[in-house]
C-alpha cells in the first residue's frame, strides 16, 4: 500500500476539546492534504501543507508534518458538535491523492 | 462557492450492464479525477484527466472503465460491463492545477450493481 494508516480509528470527546488525529505515508508526496466527510456527503478540503512546510494554521485547525517520520497530525481545537465526521489525510504526489484510512470523530454536546 | 455536480445521486444496475455516470466539475477548473469509496473502506484513486487526456489511473481503472469530457462541462465515468464488486460511491473531483490545489469534491454518486 502507498499510504498507511491514521490513527485513532475513532475518537470521542466532548464540545470545547480539542482533537488530535495522526497520519503515516509511505511515499514521497509534494503535499499533504486534510479531508473531512460528513456521513453520505463528499469529501471536503480542510487544509493543505506543503512538503516543505512543517506546521500551518487555518482558524481551528493546526497541522504539522514531518517528513522525516513521513507522518503528520491535525489538531482540532475547542471541537464543536458539528466537528463530528471521519477526517482523511491524503497525500499528493504525480498526478493523485492516495488516502488513509481516516478518523472517525465524534464531539458531543 | 462553485460546486462539483454529480448526477445521478444513486444508481441501480444490473450486473454486467454499462452504467455512465456524471459529473459538471467546476468551471474554471483543468484537472479532473475519479474515485471510488466502497462501504467502509478508504478513498481509492481511480483516474486523472487533464487536457482532453487520462494522465494517471490506477490498477483499478482496468479496460472496464472509460472517462469522457464530451463537451466543455460535462465529464463522464463509465463503466462498460459492471460486476458485483463495482459497487461502491463514485466521487469526482476537480482543481485549478495539479500539485499544490486542492481538490473540490462531489457527493458522489452511490452505485449499487444488482
Known amino acids: 500500500s502507498q499510504q498507511g494508516e491514521e490513527d485513532p480509528q475513532a475518537l470521542s470527546i466532548q464540545e470545547g476539546e480539542n482533537a488530535t488525529m495522526n497520519c503515516s505515508y509511505k511515499?514521497?508526496?509534494?503535499?499533504l492534504q486534510w479531508y473531512r466527510q460528513n456521513s453520505g456527503r463528499g469529501l471536503v478540503h480542510l487544509i493543505l501543507i506543503r512538503s516543505n512546510e512543517r506546521e500551518k494554521h487555518s482558524g481551528r485547525l493546526r497541522v504539522t508534518l514531518d517528513t522525516s517520520k513521513k507522518s503528520s497530525s491535525l489538531l482540532i481545537t475547542a471541537s464543536r458538535a458539528a466537528d463530528t465526521a471521519s477526517y482523511f489525510c491524503a497525500t499528493f504526489w504525480t498526478d493523485k491523492l492516495i488516502f488513509g484510512t481516516g478518523t472517525r470523530l465524534q464531539v458531543f454536546p | 462557492e462553485p460546486e462539483v455536480t454529480q448526477t445521478p445521486s444513486h444508481q441501480v444496475t444490473q450486473m454486467g450492464q454499462e452504467v455512465i455516470l456524471r459529473c459538471v466539475p467546476i468551471?474554471?477548473?483543468?484537472?479532473f479525477y475519479w474515485y471510488r469509496q466502497i462501504l467502509g473502506q478508504k478513498v481509492e484513486f481511480l483516474v486523472s484527466?487533464?487536457?482532453?487526456?487520462?494522465?494517471?489511473k490506477s490498477e483499478i481503472f482496468d479496460d472496464q472503465f472509460s472517462v469522457e469530457r464530451p463537451d466543455g462541462s460535462n465529464f463522464t465515468l463509465k463503466i462498460r460491463s459492471t460486476k458485483l464488486e463495482d459497487s461502491a460511491m463514485y466521487f469526482c473531483?476537480?482543481?485549478?492545477?495539479?500539485?499544490?490545489?486542492?481538490?473540490?469534491f462531489g457527493d458522489g454518486t452511490r452505485l449499487s450493481i444488482l
Open positions: 511515499t514521497s508526496i509534494n503535499n
Open positions: 484527466f487533464y487536457n482532453n487526456e487520462i494522465s494517471e
Open positions: 473531483a476537480s482543481n485549478k492545477g495539479a500539485s499544490n490545489q486542492p481538490q473540490h
Open positions: 468551471s474554471n477548473h483543468l484537472y
